[in-house]
């Protein structure tokens, strides 16, 4: 074995964040430490064979996902739609599309859910409607000022005759964002605007009677027994004034990169009078509901701004989600993340994977840093899967670790990889057909999942149809075969969320743990510590430590385990408080007991699931200074 490097020391800085407890929220929401599993309903489980999934089959196979130890489930769209961009485009509301069931489906599913102990998050998409929504099609047949029209923004065209579009701006999924409709009498009419699909038109937020139907639709889902709602282009319900032009290329995630200039429909200032507002309608309802928002935003400090203590409750960390894995990244970003939210009061979240990107476990199976294409294909440089799968465990179980929030993606418990050779013909996204077959787009993350390995479909129904064909290889990912299997991915996954709530890490604190390498990630969160080693030598732990989970099996160097290359381990300290753990004065010792008990060095070690040392040294009296919270960075009422 290559040389293990035991730094003398190891001492923690002072902590970054504050548990919940030291910062007084003794009775702090479910959901600022919540493990959330966002079900894509199209995808999870199919109850009647038709290839697509619905919502009798999620609620079958809930029970998968309530044994897996998550706090939530969130479900994507499964409203009226036609589909356009898998339910994204929605024509109604308040009903649930017959492709996914009936109201009663959807009663019978958030039912089950509560039974479970599970709360359950809808989708609400405010910043288009499909175009076969009633309203759109009124808007169609009425004329250019109407008040029809108004609801969204159409506009008169430029140029001789109006035939070029009102601005530059393009659609996310590629093509201009504008569309020229035909009116009533047959003649080439307005254009209207719509960010996404051309079946997607954008609303205009700043009429009256827009706010106020959206209100009306979370009341409908808070009465039925919603728990919550995660917001779709949270960043991008109002437009600026007079819809100056622009004319670059702008994906949704760019809006999550630092430019010099931003365009002038993602995160204008306006947007947050409606979550002020939002907020308001929430707080009615009992139970602490959650309002999330989806907002690629240039910053961090600019995502705070969307979790003000009267607007949204939470908003998903994609800052977290594009980072490389690179020890020096991943701790800025822990860092900043930590820092921003925490100016605001707001829990951070932390997400790796969900119906828009390529999964970790196939990102993280190209080198640091890559810019990938929007979506892979079967021509396009191929992952190294053993590693992508490598390092999304071992990125998972660092991510589990935070305190915080934490999104989960179907199936990512699965270890399952991106479908990388889906051959285009079948492919559905919006993306590759607008994008004139230059950008794949999302269907590779989306393809149903592997239950059962010898089922059809795996599982997924019950017979062989599934929407996105399953590729080669899925069986090896099926549930029943990593169900008990020591060492499978969904063990791992589930070792890790019972460990993570018994040891209060998502109410937890975090303080840096000095004295390893730079591409060392080590911190402490209350009694827990925690090594992420993203070099290449092996490193040692601290001498007393005791391993709960590991990302892969230890190797013992005759001393004690080592944390090999891409693996994380989760170790605790039973015999030191914790409140010693998170101070600063604390050092680990390096010298090496002589052997360490084989079960410390198992792969999950078993008897670290029985432990209960959580609360067993009385926690005392607050020593640690509190972090004192300041919504400095909000919007003026
Ligand atoms: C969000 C959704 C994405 C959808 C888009 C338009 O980004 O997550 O799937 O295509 O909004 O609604
Ligand atoms: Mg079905």
């Avoid at 997607?200 to 919603?226: C, H, K, M, Y």
């Avoid at 600019?302 to 701790?331: G, H």
């Avoid at 822990?334 to 939210?341: E, G, H, R």
């Avoid at 999302?442 to 592997?450: A, E, H, K, N, Y």
């Amino acid at each position: 074995m290559a040389t293990v490097t035991t730094p003398p020391e190891l001492s923690t800085h002072p902590p970054l964040h504050p548990s919940d407890s030291e910062a007084g929220r003794r009775d702090a929401p479910w959901w600022r430490s919540a493990v959330i599993y966002q079900i894509y309903p199209r995808s999870f489980a199919d109850s009647d064979g038709d290839g697509v999934g619905d919502l009798p089959g999620i609620t079958r196979r809930l029970d998968h996902v309530a044994r897996l130890g998550a706090d939530a489930i969130w479900l994507s769209p499964f409203y009226s739609s036609p589909q356009a961009d898998a339910g994204y485009d929605v024509a109604d509301y308040r009903t649930v599309d017959p492709v996914f069931g009936t109201l009663q489906d959807a009663d019978a599913l958030l039912t089950r859910a509560h039974e479970l102990g599970l709360r359950a998050i809808v989708d609400i998409v405010p910043n288009h409607t499909s175009d076969q929504h009633p309203w759109f099609v009124e808007a169609l047949t009425s004329a250019p000022g109407s008040a029809a029209r108004a609801r969204y923004l159409f506009r008169d065209g430029t140029g001789p005759g109006g035939d070029q579009p009102p601005n530059h701006w393009r659609s996310v999924f590629g093509g201009p964002a504008w569309q020229r409709v035909t009116e009533a009498d047959g003649s080439p009419g307005q254009w209207y605007l719509h960010l996404f699909d051309v079946h997607q038109p954008d609303l205009d937020w700043t009429n009256p009677g827009v706010p106020a139907e959206f209100a009306s639709i979370l009341r409908f889902w808070l009465d039925r027994g919603a728990d919550g709602f995660r917001i779709d282009v949270a960043n991008g319900l109002v437009k600026a004034p007079g819809l100056p032009d622009w004319d670059h290329e702008q994906g949704m995630m760019q809006g999550a990169v630092e430019t010099d200039e931003q365009p002038p429909y993602w995160d204008q200032d306006g947007v947050h009078a409606i979550y002020r507002s939002w907020h308001d309608v929430v707080a009615e309802y009992p139970g602490d509901r959650v309002l999330v928002a989806e907002a690629w935003v240039p910053s961090l400090d600019r995502l705070a701004r969307y979790v003000c203590p009267d607007e949204l409750d939470q908003a998903f960390n994609f800052s977290y989600l594009l980072s490389p894995w690179r020890a020096k990244d991943v701790r800025e970003v822990i860092t900043d993340s930590l820092q921003a939210m925490d100016s605001v009061g707001a829990p951070t979240t932390w997400v790796l994977s969900n119906h828009d990107v390529i999964r970790h476990a196939t990102r993280f199976g190209y080198p640091a840093g890559s810019d990938l294409p929007k979506g892979i294909g079967v021509d396009d440089p191929q992952p190294d899967a053993v590693l992508g799968l490598r390092r999304a465990r071992a990125a998972t179980l660092l991510m589990l670790a935070l305190p915080g929030s934490a999104y989960l993606y179907q199936g990512e418990e699965l270890g399952l990889p991106e479908h990388t050779t889906m051959p285009d013909e079948v492919r559905q996204d919006p993306t590759w057909v607008r994008s004139g077959h230059t950008q794949r787009g999302r269907d590779g993350c989306r393809v149903p999942i592997p239950w059962e390995a010898d089922a059809p479909s795996c599982g997924f129904g019950p017979g062989p149809l599934t929407w996105l064909p399953q590729p080669q290889g899925w069986p090896d990912y099926a549930l029943d075969r990593q169900v008990g299997v020591p060492g499978s991915t969904y063990e791992l996954y589930r070792a890790a969320l019972e460990q993570r709530a018994a040891r209060g890490l998502g109410a937890g604190s975090l303080a840096w743990l000095d004295g390893y390498d730079d591409d060392v990630v080590a911190f402490v969160n209350d009694r827990t510590l925690v090594v992420a080693n993203l070099g290449e030598m092996p490193v040692a732990l601290p001498a007393d430590v005791r391993v709960i989970v590991s990302s892969l099996p230890l190797p013992d160097d005759g001393t004690g385990p080592v944390v090999p290359s891409d693996v994380t381990v989760w170790a605790a300290r039973p015999d030191h408080s914790p409140r010693q753990m998170a101070t600063s004065s604390t050092a680990f010792a390096a010298t090496r007991t002589p052997s360490l008990p084989a079960r410390f060095t198992s792969y999950i070690s078993a008897s670290a699931r029985r432990t209960t040392d959580c609360g067993s040294s009385p926690r005392a009296a607050t020593t640690t200074p509190m972090l004192t919270v300041m919504p400095t960075r909000c919007p003026s009422t």
